[in-house]
């Protein structure tokens, strides 16, 4: 490859690294603010959770060792696990719990929803990085495979990952801003509990009131205050360790750690559980990964984040060891006079910061449990047109609200809630823990490193679990009642749609008694088109008999409509559409499956129906020059599924667009038999004062005597059918469980899923089916 004239290769080699430094360093600007806030924020409670409420006297030795205790936590967990190897297994450039469990769905084939084809295992990201199969002859993928059981307990257990994630995000917000507000009992003016609630309630309305109007209109804050706020307790815990007791710096020694439990016994153990609060937020950091990049993030921790947080902490225990009274607020204590209230401000800014990157992962764990069938419908509402994933959900927006406010009135003190965010926090780490293992083993076949890595973080997480479990008489129960109600949601959820789909699938139409039907399918077929939307990605539904056997008519073009998600965070336009045919081509009859990752958000363009009839239109010629996509082969109800890129189809020349007014409409003669063609015409209102003026949009196929007279009369009919109108068909289903079945899955069933369905938004909603064109088939399913 030969350079320009005049510019030497080392020099275009130089600019472009410059080029990616620079958008490296801008990334690793961009995610203090988003990434870190919680976890910057935590020297706010760790101290005082930790030896708040202790029998035994406060000694400068039991100072030393939990600042050692602090220290080697953050170097472990934060540093060696999240950044060395946690942060490594991402899903096409995505974490997070769900992104562990989706590529082991797709290497290890974990999944329970059985609405995967072979074509999904042809997407690009869907091995994105491991080109390896998983061995079938592994010992432990045999014993997986034989007891199915063990999937659904897999499930459950992310599930409950997610529940706890979930609860971060009710108490994050509660624990930030009282610890924050609480440096006012500091202060000079000494407010009362009581204004003091009210102040934190405030706040916490005003947090949750603005998530409507999305994090992009204050993300230009988020990195500054942050940056500030991290320098500030970086110079307080320099200056408290060279003012009060520079002998801190020997607690780096793991000794320390000896001292502290032989003095504190029992005393030390339970505190543990106040120690881990130091690591809260961590899991941000691997949650937030597809917003960055893995080693902009570890950049910014272990130059800017990590020393930060290690000579506050030590500042902070130096103050405490000399003062070892202060306990209640020794973050506020240990600030010098002269900057207690600028430092109050940006710990509260902080505070507000930490929260909303919390709220915000809150949503986007809602939206991925949902894409793989674990969450019941909700309104997804996007709140920047230029950062794809920024999303609102209103109601669990408000659920968060009305649950952080019980927590912040009913506590009213951040050691009860440190003891409920500290379990939650331990508990997903386990979680990512035990994944990571699983993914060591299936996904990058490093299975001889698994049971180290599970053994030695296995065995540190699960002491600090141990230790807040024992608080949960004294707070940490919180989460795990969250957890357990949203598990349960959930789980129900995934079991009864599981269930239908079982349904369904059992109870296909018979492709004899289509075919036996011939290609009139025994009835009138009305001018139109009719997309029978459905769940199944193989097969005729049930619906389908339902309709016919009850109603005299159907339309000339059926099209199956299935919108699935497939376990990986994003697919490509190129790859979204799947087409194929049901039946032989004299039918009119095809399938089209919709294909969306769980990071990626259907958006209401309003131009599915033109997309859909040119992807068919487009299938069906490339089924002329491709005979292996034909469907009519009779031993098979679907023929080959081919993928249709809507790019593809947009610039395709063998499709001309015109525009006509009103006026021109009505000249035209509407022939299926002529040889110009009358395609996909798209009507849009244009309303105003004076008048409504209604533009048509119209595709023509250039004249092609070459073109197969079959695959010419099939267009024609596509394109009157298309021009005779659209309606939508889909089930309005009721599910219930079997007389036969046990009082727990009549429970489940008739009452726990029965309420979700009714109580969240309908699927024509959710799919944007405009009412005006919906046919709704009753359907019971006893499953």
Not at 34 to 62: A, C, H, N, Q
Not at 394 to 422: C, H, K
Not at 719 to 736: R, T
Not at 758 to 777: D, F, M, Q, T
Request: proline share 5%; hydrophobic share 45%.
């Amino acid at each position: 490859m030969e350079s320009e004239p005049g510019i030497s290769p080392s020099r275009t080699s130089s600019k472009l690294s410059w080029v990616n430094l620079s958008r490296t360093l801008l990334l690793a600007y961009q995610s203090v603010g988003v990434v870190y806030g919680d976890l910057s924020t935590s020297p706010l409670y760790v101290y005082t959770s930790t030896f708040k409420g202790r029998r035994m006297p406060i000694s400068e030795d039991s100072v030393f060792g939990a600042f050692s205790l602090v220290f080697w936590t953050l170097t472990l967990i934060p540093l060696l696990k999240y950044v060395f190897f946690v942060l490594s297994a991402d899903d096409s450039g995505e974490g997070g719990t769900f992104a562990l469990y989706s590529l082991l769905c797709r290497h290890a084939k974990f999944s329970l929803l059985p609405n995967q084809q072979a074509a999904d295992e042809e997407l690009s990201t869907y091995k994105y990085g491991y080109s390896t199969p998983v061995a079938t002859s592994s010992p432990l993928k045999r014993f997986l495979d034989k007891h199915k059981k063990l999937r659904t307990a897999l499930l459950v257990f992310v599930l409950i990952g997610a529940g706890m994630v979930i609860g971060d995000g009710v108490l994050t917000p509660a624990i930030s801003v009282l610890s924050s507000v609480s440096g006012l009992q500091v202060a000079e003016t000494k407010l009362n509990e009581g204004v003091l609630m009210l102040l934190a309630s405030v706040i916490l309305v005003g947090l949750f009131a603005l998530q409507h109007c999305g994090t992009h209109k204050v993300a230009f804050l988020f990195a500054p205050i942050v940056l500030i706020w991290l320098f500030s307790i970086f110079g307080i815990g320099l200056y408290n360790t060279v003012y009060w007791n520079p002998k801190i710096v020997h607690a780096f020694s793991p000794h320390y750690i000896i001292k502290y439990f032989k003095e504190t016994g029992k005393d030390g153990w339970i505190s543990l559980g106040g120690i881990l609060l130091c690591t809260t937020g961590t899991e941000a950091m691997f949650a937030d990964i597809g917003h960055f990049t893995a080693f902009s993030i570890k950049l910014v921790f272990a130059c800017v984040i990590y020393p930060c947080l290690v000579v506050q902490y030590m500042g902070q225990a130096a103050y405490l060891s000399m003062n070892t009274t202060h306990i209640d607020h020794c973050f506020y204590d240990s600030i010098p006079n002269s900057v207690f209230w600028p430092v109050f401000v940006i710990a509260t800014l902080a505070a507000i910061v930490g929260s909303q990157a919390v709220i915000t992962a809150t949503f986007s764990i809602v939206k991925q449990c949902h894409s793989l069938g674990c969450f019941p419908r909700v309104k997804v509402v996007h709140t920047s047109k230029h950062i794809y994933g920024q999303i609102y959900i209103p109601e669990i927006n408000w659920i968060l609200m009305i649950l952080t406010l019980a927590v912040t009135i009913g506590f009213r003190d951040t050691t009860l809630i440190g003891n409920a965010y500290g379990l939650a926090c331990i508990s997903v780490m386990l979680i990512t823990t035990c994944l990571m293992a699983l993914v060591l083993t299936f996904v990058w076949q490093r299975g001889a490193f698994a049971i180290p890595f599970l053994l030695f973080f296995g065995f540190i997480e699960a002491v600090y679990l141990s230790s807040a479990f024992i608080k949960v008489p004294q707070g940490g129960w919180v989460p795990i009642m969250l957890s357990l109600v949203i598990v349960l949601v959930m789980y129900v959820w995934h079991y009864g749609t599981r269930k239908k789909y079982n349904f369904d699938l059992h109870n296909k139409v018979s492709l004899k008694w289509i075919l036996g039907l011939g290609p009139s399918l025994g009835i009138v077929r009305v001018p139109g088109i009719g997309l029978i939307y459905s769940e199944l990605a193989v097969g005729v539904p049930a619906i389908f008999s339902h309709f016919v056997t009850n109603l005299p008519a159907f339309h000339k073009v059926l099209v199956f409509v299935c919108v699935k998600s497939v376990p990986v965070p994003y697919v490509s336009p190129e790859e979204r559409f799947l087409i194929g045919r049901i039946c032989p081509r004299p039918y009119r009859m095809y399938r089209c499956i919709v294909r969306y990752g769980y990071k990626d958000i259907p958006r209401d363009d309003g131009e599915f129906e033109d997309l859909l009839i040119k992807s068919i239109a487009e299938f069906i010629q490339m089924e002329a020059v491709e005979p292996q996509f034909s469907g009519s082969d009779s031993s098979s109800i679907d023929g080959r599924m081919a993928v249709i890129s809507t790019r593809t189809v947009q610039s395709n020349s063998s499709l001309v667009v015109s525009e006509h007014d009103d006026q021109d409409i009505n000249e035209i003669t509407h022939s299926s038999r002529s040889l110009t063609l009358q395609s996909l015409r798209y009507v849009y209102d244009d309303e105003s004062v004076q008048q409504i003026r209604r533009r048509h949009v119209r595709f023509q196929l250039p004249q092609n005597p070459a073109m197969d007279p079959d695959v010419r009369e099939e267009l024609l009919d596509l394109i009157e059918a298309k021009e005779a109108g659209v309606a939508y068909v889909m089930g309005h289903s009721y599910v219930k469980a079997r007389r036969s079945s046990s009082f727990l899955k009549k429970l489940g069933i008739d009452i726990g899923y029965s309420f979700l369905r009714k109580n969240c938004r309908g699927p024509s909603v959710a799919l944007n089916i405009p009412h005006i064109s919906l046919i709704e088939v009753g359907m019971i399913y006893y499953v």
